[in-house]
């Protein structure tokens, strides 16, 4: 499994862009994705992750409402539409799934659940 994001870049605050994640050997629809970040000096955390069971979306409390995470079956491809980008966005952005037995759904977006990583996209929001 080899995952590839791309999509990061310098942004202005208030700016939007969106982060994408595909490669081989791994199927969007049968699998939890997830999207994390780690901002400079502290840890990784999920920003949002979907369940392979119902869909259901988690989005944690400082993306909520502004982000999208979504998927493309045709494409296989994986995206994460972040708007209204602020300062403390700035950070690398990792996709990533999970291969083990699916998490329930509601369960969260924990980087310890998830086995395979994208190299990671940085995005720097900044005027």
């Known amino acids: 499994v080899q995952l590839q994001a791309s999509g990061g870049g310098l942004v202005q605050p208030g700016g939007s862009l969106t982060l994408s994640c595909a490669g081989p050997g791994f199927t969007v629809d049968a699998a939890n994705i997830g999207w994390f970040r780690q901002a400079p000096g502290k840890g990784r955390v999920g920003i949002s992750c979907i369940s392979p069971s119902d869909r259901s979306t988690y989005y944690e409390d400082s993306v909520k409402g502004r982000s999208t995470n979504s998927v493309d079956s045709v494409k296989n491809t994986m995206y994460l539409q972040m708007n209204n980008l602020k300062p403390e966005d700035t950070a690398i952005y990792y996709c990533?799934?999970?291969?083990?037995?699916?998490?329930?759904?509601?369960?969260?977006?924990?980087?310890?659940?998830?086995?395979?990583w994208g190299q990671g996209t940085l995005v720097t929001v900044s005027s």
């Open positions: 990533a799934i999970r291969f083990r037995s699916p998490l329930p759904s509601g369960f969260g977006c924990f980087p310890g659940e998830y086995d395979y």
